[in-house]
T-cell receptor
Framework: DAKTTQPNSMESNEEEPVHLPCNHS???????IHWYRQLPSQGPEYVIH???SNVNNRMASLAIAEDRKSSTLILHRATLRDAAVYYC???????????FGKGTRLSVIA | EAGVAQSPRYKIIEKRQSVAFWCNPI?????LYWYQQILGQGPKLLIQ????????DSQLPKDRFSAERLKGVDSTLKIQPAKLEDSAVYLC????????????FGNGTRLTVT
């Protein structure tokens, strides 16, 4: 049980921002929210993670709702190379392994 | 830093044959995972190691799958005998550990059982 809900697919135009939503309404106070993406024929790649505050890195931004029941991964300018499956995952205490759902397949249109 | 290395990249075998996959994690990463990814699905955990000890193998089909991590570094995953439904990509991942530590994945081994 992935315990997160994501849309099956989304589409974006190239060079436009993309907002990928994730619902994790049963999240506990100590669970981190991790995002990974998987390009064709590659293993999943870490994108970003956060606990309570919004986070930014060179790849993306993560906006976490104040009640932590949802989050949004933001790609500021989508490129064709961002076309991938994006996974939103809860990571709880210790070294408990990541449980993947089906993710959101992002298509980017030139 | 060098990434997680896996080999072979592809493998085709007939059902009932055996096969082995190898993984070399990132240096210093104590935790290692094997995932199975069937086409169109997200990765599914098979086994988790902490150093050379097994932490979680509850989803490993132990009648045919086995894994080891000798000396707490490299790991091998074996299937014997293979079934058609074992056709999948086998992914290895490693992490330093801790809730905030991201997982680093290899590019996987694509197994086709005919």
């Amino acid at each position: 049980d992935a315990k997160t809900t994501q849309p099956n697919s989304m589409e974006s135009n190239e060079e436009e921002p993309v907002h990928l939503p994730c619902n994790h309404s049963t999240i506990s106070g100590t669970d981190y929210i991790h995002w990974y993406r998987q390009l064709p024929s590659q293993g999943p790649e870490y994108v970003i993670h956060g606990l309570t505050s919004n986070v930014n890195n060179r790849m993306a931004s993560l906006a976490i709702a104040e009640d932590r029941k949802s989050s949004t991964l933001i790609l500021h300018r989508a490129t064709l190379r961002d076309a991938a499956v994006y996974y939103c995952i809860r990571m709880n205490s210790g070294n408990t392994p990541l449980v993947f759902g089906k993710g959101t397949r992002l298509s980017v249109i030139a | 830093e060098a990434g997680v290395a896996q080999s072979p990249r592809y493998k085709i075998i007939e059902k009932r044959q055996s096969v082995a996959f190898w993984c070399n994690p990132i240096s210093g990463h104590a935790t290692l995972y094997w995932y199975q990814q069937i086409l169109g699905q997200g990765p599914k955990l098979l086994i988790q190691f902490q150093n050379n000890g097994v932490v979680d193998d509850s989803q490993l089909p132990k009648d045919r799958f086995s894994a080891e991590r000798l000396k707490g570094v490299d790991s091998t995953l074996k299937i014997q005998p293979a079934k058609l439904e074992d056709s999948a990509v086998y992914l290895c991942a490693s992490t330093m550990g801790g809730r905030g530590s991201p997982l680093h994945f290899g590019n996987g081994t694509r197994l086709t059982v005919t």
